[in-house]
């Protein structure tokens, strides 16, 4: 089994790849377009902000390359809301993997709500093969301003200022909002999950 995390200018890379050893995986950190056709699986984390990476990932061809991917691809965080339509975060245009879901940005309505949303919260609503053996009302860890609108493509729902979608799946595009790398033994089981994906389960 070979796994990669695409490398590029976001930040948690690090994070996702110490997840992975702690699963016994040694996962390949690279842009190399041959070493990702190659690969299993794939993985695209990602903190930062949605312009300039998407700017980047132009450059880079990226943007173009990852929509092709057969194998299964979890977007994670940033990585999520970029497979995405859009976004209000400098009106960045996404690769329309989840091709109707415009990322928003939080628009706290009292004090005590406070943008980022961060820290941990419970997930509901939870459909597909990500979610095997996991609870509804499972604790995960979130740090964001930018959400996913309720959708289709909601594969976990969360509600913070409003109910949005915590995850998103399409054929082999998996994602998340929270950081499974740093949500417990329930995000390692989520992680294991898509590493043990059933390819006739897509």
């Not at 948690?12 to 056709?37: C, F, Q």
């Not at 604790?139 to 930018?146: L, P, T």
Request: glycine share 8%.
């Amino acid at each position: 089994m070979k796994v990669s995390i695409i490398k590029y200018n976001a930040g948690n890379i690090r994070s996702v790849d110490y997840a992975l050893r702690r699963l016994g995986i040694e996962a390949e950190i690279t842009a190399d377009e041959k070493a990702l056709r190659q690969s299993d699986r794939i993985i695209f984390p990602g903190v930062g902000e949605a312009s300039s990476t998407m700017e980047y990932m132009r450059r880079e061809g990226l943007d173009r390359l990852i929509p092709t991917f057969r194998q299964p691809v979890l977007g994670i965080c940033l990585g999520m809301q970029l497979l995405c339509r859009s976004s209000e975060e400098g009106g960045a245009k996404g690769m329309n993997i989840f091709d109707t879901v415009d990322i928003r940005r939080f628009c706290p309505q009292e004090k005590a709500e406070k943008v980022p949303h961060m820290g941990w919260n419970t997930i509901q609503n939870l459909k597909g093969p990500l979610y095997k053996g996991i609870e509804e009302g499972s604790f995960v860890y979130f740090v964001h301003s930018y959400y996913a609108p309720l959708s289709p493509y909601a594969a976990a729902t969360a509600d913070y200022i409003l109910p949005f979608s915590a995850s998103l799946q399409k054929g082999n595009f998996f994602a998340t909002q929270f950081h499974p790398e740093k949500s417990g033994k329930v995000g390692e089981r989520i992680l294991k999950n898509f590493i043990e994906l059933s390819e006739t389960g897509l």
